[in-house]
């Protein structure tokens, strides 16, 4: 009996070591860090346009809703939910509900979300057409290896008449496999979304993320020869926090300011091309 307790020590010694070095996970990840008044608030985005609509609100709404942010940009979709989860972030910006819900199923994270803030539409580009129409048989079509994105991308050929896909199949969840009838014989090449714009040579046409076709410098209404609807779109972009902290009053603020009047206006105004549209 006598051993017990110096064994419970050991344990609980060896717990504290683990947990210092990240090896145990932090249940009681508090949210932000407060000092003078103000609550620091570390969010992850993504560069674009995710970072650009976060700035706009540090820089010209926070201070007066008593917050500040640390804005953490990554750009691996993988990595901004293990970041929440983890505690390393208080929340997230970057990611839609078909990929947040299938990192929930498929991960098993438990998160919350708020609600949409902006679209990215997706779009086809192209160096030798300008038209679909022009699409030569065999060719060759860039497409994400994201399966909750690639039905998106299938969509603006399925809606263009291009291909159909298998009755029934969701679209959400559809893949290239589910490609039914494709009489131009057409060559899906799949690849990581990011990859996408700078391998744009290498195919006849791809399907571009709108963020990373901001980066390339693609703008859908100049360059897309196919562009995705913004009406019912399923497809906007949230705030996330972890399960539980959607009720912080902290996070409730930064959401109000990414939903308000003047954050509608900087978009309008930033992305006059319709790479990015408001979705309130």
């Not at 990595?79 to 078909?98: E, I, M, R, S, T």
């Not at 906007?236 to 902290?250: C, I, M, T, V, W």
Request: hydrophobic share 40%; with cysteine.
């Amino acid at each position: 009996m006598r051993k017990i307790p110096a064994l419970f020590a050991v344990t609980t010694a060896a717990a504290l070591a683990l947990s210092s070095c990240g090896l145990v996970p932090d249940d009681k990840a508090e949210v932000g860090q407060e000092a003078s008044g103000v609550t620091t608030l570390t969010v992850g985005v993504s560069p674009v346009p995710h970072g650009d609509i976060l700035k706009f609100v540090n820089d010209n709404l926070a201070e007066d809703a008593g917050l500040k942010l640390d804005i953490k940009e990554y750009t691996d979709y993988t990595a901004p939910n293990k970041a929440l989860v983890d505690g390393d972030l208080d929340a997230n910006y970057f990611q839609h509900l078909p990929y947040y819900e299938s990192e929930v199923q498929g991960q098993g994270y438990e998160l919350a979300h708020f609600k949409g803030v902006h679209l990215e539409p997706f779009a086809l580009y192209s160096k030798s057409i300008k038209d679909i129409s022009e699409l030569k048989d065999g060719a060759k079509i860039g497409i994400n290896n994201d399966p909750s994105n690639q039905g998106r991308a299938l969509d603006l050929l399925v809606k263009a008449g291009v291909i159909t896909l298998a009755e029934d199949k969701d679209i959400v969840n559809a893949t290239i496999n589910d490609v039914k009838d494709n009489p131009k014989h057409l060559e899906f090449v799949e690849a990581d979304a990011a990859q996408l714009a700078r391998t744009l040579d290498d195919v006849d046409a791809s399907v571009i993320n709108g963020n990373f076709a901001l980066e390339a410098g693609l703008a859908p209404s100049k360059d897309g020869v196919l562009v995705e609807e913004a009406e019912d779109n399923p497809y906007a972009n949230f705030l996330a926090a972890r399960a539980g902290d959607e009720n912080n009053e902290s996070l409730k603020k930064l959401d109000e300011l990414l939903h308000s009047d003047e954050v509608k206006k900087f978009i309008e105004e930033e992305w006059t091309d319709g790479q990015v549209l408001p979705a309130f």
